[in-house]
Each structure stands twice: as structure tokens, then as C-alpha cells.
């Protein structure tokens, strides 16, 4: 590589090899700085949804390549992912609810009434 400034392209594969060598912080940095001179490029906000630092934030970048281009298959993929990881994890909080809200009832209806279960022997 020459001394001179890289072009967007060298900057994109140099971000993509420090991510992969695993410098986050600064392979953020290399593909905003490739946003910040071609606002839409899929490639870059693709590994900003990678290196995210949280769940709404990859969600934002994946949305955003989405918004760029509706026919992205990688992005609509990890989009569903996290919807379904986010469904899921709703849905086994409001199991445990339930469970919880279940037994509760059966306990103050035992101490309001006295319900005893009858002796099964």
C-alpha cells in the first residue's frame, strides 16, 4: 500500500482486517470514516452491525442498510434474528409470569378459604 491517504475501497478491506484481527474500536471508527464518504455503503454499516455494542444499536445499522436496500438478504436475516431472540425472550418472561401468577392464586385461595386437597390415600 502506498503512503498516500487510502482510497474508500483500501479503507473498507483495512477495516475489515483490523475487525477480524478483533480492534473493534478502531475498525469503527475506519467504517464510519467510509460512511462519512459514501453514506451508503451496505458493506460498512453490515460490519457496524457486527461490531455493535448493543442490541439497539445493531438493530439501527441493520435498519439502516435496509433503508439503503430493502432487498439485502444478510440484513434482513440478522434483523429477524434479533426479533426472534427478542420475541422469545418475552415470551419465556411472561411463561415464568404466568407460573408465578398461577401458583400465587392457588396459595391465597388455600389461605383465604382453607381449600384443603383431599388425602389421596
Known amino acids: 500500500m502506498s503512503t498516500e491517504t487510502p482510497n474508500r475501497e ?16 478502531a475498525a469503527r471508527v ?3 470514516q467510509v460512511l ?10 453490515m460490519w457496524l452491525a457486527k461490531l455493535a455494542e448493543s442490541k439497539a444499536e445493531r438493530r439501527q445499522w441493520l435498519q439502516r442498510v435496509l ?5 439485502n438478504t444478510n ?9 426472534y431472540r427478542s420475541t422469545a425472550s418475552d415470551n ?3 411463561l415464568v409470569f404466568g407460573v408465578v401468577a398461577g401458583i400465587m392464586i392457588v396459595l391465597a385461595l388455600v389461605i383465604i378459604f382453607g381449600v384443603v386437597l383431599p388425602n389421596a390415600g
Do not use: C
Request: no cysteine.
Open 10 to 25: 483500501e479503507l473498507l478491506q483495512m477495516a475489515i482486517r483490523t475487525a477480524k484481527s478483533g480492534n473493534a474500536t
Open 92 to 94: 419465556r418472561t411472561l
Open 75 to 83: 440484513a434482513q436475516s440478522a434483523l429477524r434474528k434479533i426479533e
Open 67 to 71: 433503508s439503503v436496500n430493502p432487498t
Open 36 to 45: 462519512s464518504e459514501d453514506k451508503n455503503n451496505e458493506r460498512a454499516m
Open 30 to 32: 475506519m467504517f464510519r
